[in-house]
């Protein structure tokens, strides 16, 4: 299991100092990630050659074993730098945290141990023609011989996907089996035959080149996750919760490197002249932008906090199908998708045409923006709040 109440403060210490010290490399590259479409494969090279790849991995697999609110302040950290790297890495987080929870043990032991030594970047594979990327169904389905499971997918958007070292697979069980019987299969990309069907050209989020892909190829059968309560409870336990904390970390991340940016332009006797600070009216609309910061700070930190105490209790499984739960979880994703697109949206119009609008070297907003605007369609927020709205019937608030 990821680590909960074992706490190593050294190694999380350590995991964020490693961050800090490579964020200023990772920023310098983001301009060139974003102007290309280029995925940030030199980003990433310094996040495996300093073991952030295995942030989650427990130590006796070669990790740092970090704690869940650790993973937040890191995805801050590399997403201030540069968002594209830090959905990737997010990304990456949410499948091998899949891997320490549901795998096999021969798996894990096989597997952790190349990941933490940054060898392997685990790219997810859950969309799919007809169903977007609806978690819980899956249409293409496992089919078996003697040696294992074979697998024949495609996907409209898979995030790094060409890149990807290993790959997480959902599919349907078998041709036999219903789309809600899902199954969660885990590939090396030696074990694939990989074909890029579909290029990236996008308005923001370019370095994740979120390429469509087909996948085809034969794996053992104990490379597919298990779990008592089959896919819905890897998914609502793990990848789910997982995913939702990094994601919105990474959004306040990149949020929060966007508003300290704004913060030294005002500082700055040089640049910030033009700016009416001592006016009423713009001390209120900065004061605006931070209060919605903090919000989507707060709770994501109630969440973190939540989450863990559950994961402590080593009943996670008895939370997974409580509304309130999944409530929060998916409120999490909306709020921080929705708010902080807006707080950049008014931090442009507090910053003006020069520094807000304009493509410039000193504050990246118009890129942040645009890598915001990806925010609230990532699994949409319209398909969160149809399933809150019908959670919420029954809960009891």
Known sequence: MIKES???????????????????????????????????????????????????IPEEYGGYGASIETMAEVAQIIAGACLSTGMIWAMHMQQVACVVDYATDELKARLLPRIAAGEIFVASVTSELGKGGHLLTAFAPLSYDDEGAIISREAPTCTGGAHGDGYLITMRRDAESTPSEVTLIYAEREQLEITVRSAWEALGMRGTQSVGMTLN???????????????????????????????????????????????????????????????????????????????????LEKVIRDYEAIRATGELFLHYKSHAYNIQVNNLKVLASEQLFETINHLIQLAGLRYGYLKNDSLPLERTMRDLRAASLMYSNDRLLLANGKLALFDRI
């Open 217 to 299: 190829g034969k794996v053992p059968c104990e490379q597919i996750l298990q779990a008592e309560g089959g896919f819905a409870q890897i998914a609502l336990t793990t990848m789910v919760p997982i995913g939702h904390i990094a994601w919105a970390s990474c959004w306040l991340g990149a949020t929060r490197a966007a508003l300290r940016g704004m913060q030294n332009i005002l500082r700055d006797p040089k640049t910030r002249k033009g700016y009416p600070i001592q006016s009423d009216l713009f001390l209120e609309k900065w004061a605006r932008i931070r209060l919605e910061v903090d919000t989507v700070s707060a709770y």
């Open 6 to 56: 074992v706490h190593t403060q050294a190694a999380d210490n350590h995991a964020v100092a490693a961050a800090l010290e490579l964020a200023p490399a990772i920023a310098d590259r983001a301009k060139i990630v974003d102007k290309q479409s280029e995925f940030p494969e030199e980003s990433l090279a310094l996040l495996r050659k300093a073991g952030l790849m295995g942030l989650l």
